[in-house]
C-alpha cells in the first residue's frame, strides 16, 4: 500500500541540516506501523513528505503502486483527496456543519453526489459509534466524540494511507485507548495502511510494528511490556 525507498529531505539553512537520510518504510494492506522518536526527529515532517504536502532532496514514495515524489502540485492535490486520510491532534472539525457533513466533507471533494456521501457518511458514523448524533453540531459533542468525528473522516473515503500525528493527544488516557483501538480496526478492516505518530508507549504498542525515528532512518523497535 505504501512504499518509501531511500527518502532523504533537508532542512533549509542557514546552515542546512539532513532530516532523513536513506529512510524505507513499508506497510501493507490492514497494517498499522507507530511510529516513535524524541521531539523534533522529524516524525511530522515525515507524514508530510509522505502526504506530498513537504518536498524530499530524494528517495520515493509510492502509494499503491504510484510515485509521488516528483508529481506536480495538482497531482499531489488530487492524489491526496482520493488516497489519503488524516488524523490529527487537534480535530479539525468545520463548527458550522453537522456530524454528518463533517464526515462527508472527503467524498463531496471527490465530486460524489450528495446522497450518496450522505448515506456514505452515515455509515461510517454507525461504525464508529456516532449514528444516532449525525444531524448534531460538533459544539455538542465530547473530544473523544470528535475524534471519532475525524476518524470516520478519515476513512469514509477508503483512502489507501492513514496518516495519525499524535491523534490521542487531547484526550484523557481512558478515552485515549478506546479511540485508538477503534481508529486501527477500522484502518485494519478497511485495509489501508495506519501510520500511527505517537508520544504515548500505550498507543505505540497498540499497533503491529513500532519503528524508532532516529537519526533520519526507520529502526524496528520492540517495547517492553
Ligand atoms: N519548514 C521547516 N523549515 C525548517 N525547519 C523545519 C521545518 N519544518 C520542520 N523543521 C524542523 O525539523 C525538525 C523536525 O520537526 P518535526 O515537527 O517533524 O519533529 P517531530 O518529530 O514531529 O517533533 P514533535 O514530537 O515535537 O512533534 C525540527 O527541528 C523542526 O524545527
Ligand atoms: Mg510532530
Given at each position: 500500500?505504501?512504499?518509501?525507498?531511500?527518502?532523504?529531505?533537508?532542512?533549509?539553512?542557514?546552515?542546512?541540516?539532513?532530516?532523513?537520510?536513506?529512510?524505507?518504510?513499508?506497510?501493507?494492506?490492514?497494517?498499522?506501523?507507530?511510529?516513535?522518536?524524541?521531539?523534533?526527529?522529524?516524525k511530522?515532517?515525515?507524514?508530510?513528505?509522505?502526504?506530498?504536502?513537504?518536498?524530499?532532496?530524494?528517495?520515493?514514495?509510492r502509494?499503491?503502486?504510484?510515485?509521488?515524489?516528483?508529481?506536480?502540485?495538482?497531482?499531489?492535490?488530487?492524489?491526496?483527496?482520493?488516497?489519503?486520510?488524516?488524523?490529527?491532534?487537534?480535530?479539525?472539525?468545520?463548527?458550522?456543519?453537522?456530524?454528518?457533513?463533517?464526515?462527508?466533507?472527503?467524498?463531496?471533494l471527490?465530486?460524489?453526489?450528495?446522497?450518496?456521501?450522505?448515506?456514505?457518511?452515515?455509515?461510517?458514523?454507525?461504525?464508529?459509534?456516532l449514528?444516532?448524533?449525525?444531524?448534531?453540531?460538533?459544539?455538542?459533542?465530547?473530544?473523544?466524540?470528535?475524534?471519532?468525528?475525524?476518524?470516520?473522516?478519515?476513512?469514509?473515503?477508503?483512502?489507501?494511507?492513514?496518516?495519525?500525528?499524535?491523534?490521542?493527544?487531547?484526550?484523557?488516557?481512558?478515552?485515549?485507548?478506546?479511540?485508538?483501538?477503534?481508529?486501527?480496526?477500522?484502518?485494519r478492516?478497511?485495509?489501508?495502511?495506519?501510520?500511527?505518530?505517537?508520544?504515548?508507549?500505550?498507543?505505540?504498542?497498540?499497533?503491529?510494528?513500532?519503528?524508532?525515528?532516529?537519526?533520519?532512518?526507520?529502526?524496528?523497535?520492540?517495547?517492553?511490556?
Amino acid at each position: 500500500m505504501l512504499k518509501i525507498q531511500s527518502l532523504a529531505k533537508t532542512l533549509p539553512g542557514p546552515p542546512p541540516r539532513r532530516l532523513f537520510e536513506d529512510l524505507a518504510l513499508d506497510i501493507a494492506s490492514g497494517e498499522c506501523v507507530a511510529i516513535v522518536g524524541e521531539s523534533g526527529a522529524g516524525k511530522s515532517t515525515l507524514l508530510n513528505c509522505i502526504a506530498g504536502l513537504d518536498g524530499v532532496a530524494g528517495g520515493s514514495i509510492r502509494v499503491r503502486g504510484t510515485e509521488i515524489c516528483g508529481l506536480d502540485d495538482d497531482a499531489l492535490a488530487r492524489l491526496r483527496r482520493e488516497h489519503f486520510g488524516f488524523v490529527f491532534q487537534a480535530f479539525h472539525v468545520l463548527p458550522h456543519l453537522s456530524l454528518a457533513d463533517n464526515v462527508a466533507v472527503p467524498l463531496w471533494l471527490l465530486g460524489v453526489q450528495d446522497r450518496v456521501a450522505r448515506v456514505r457518511a452515515l455509515d461510517m458514523l454507525a461504525r464508529v459509534g456516532l449514528a444516532a448524533r449525525a444531524d448534531d453540531p460538533p459544539r455538542l459533542m465530547s473530544g473523544g466524540e470528535l475524534q471519532r468525528v475525524a476518524i470516520a473522516r478519515a476513512l469514509v473515503h477508503r483512502p489507501a494511507v492513514v496518516l495519525a500525528d499524535e491523534p490521542t493527544g487531547n484526550l484523557d488516557p481512558e478515552r485515549a485507548a478506546s479511540v485508538l483501538d477503534l481508529l486501527l480496526d477500522t484502518i485494519r478492516d478497511a485495509g489501508a495502511a495506519g501510520v500511527l505518530v505517537t508520544h504515548s508507549r500505550a498507543a505505540a504498542r497498540r499497533a503491529d510494528r513500532v519503528l524508532a525515528l532516529e537519526q533520519g532512518r526507520l529502526v524496528d523497535i520492540r517495547l517492553a511490556e
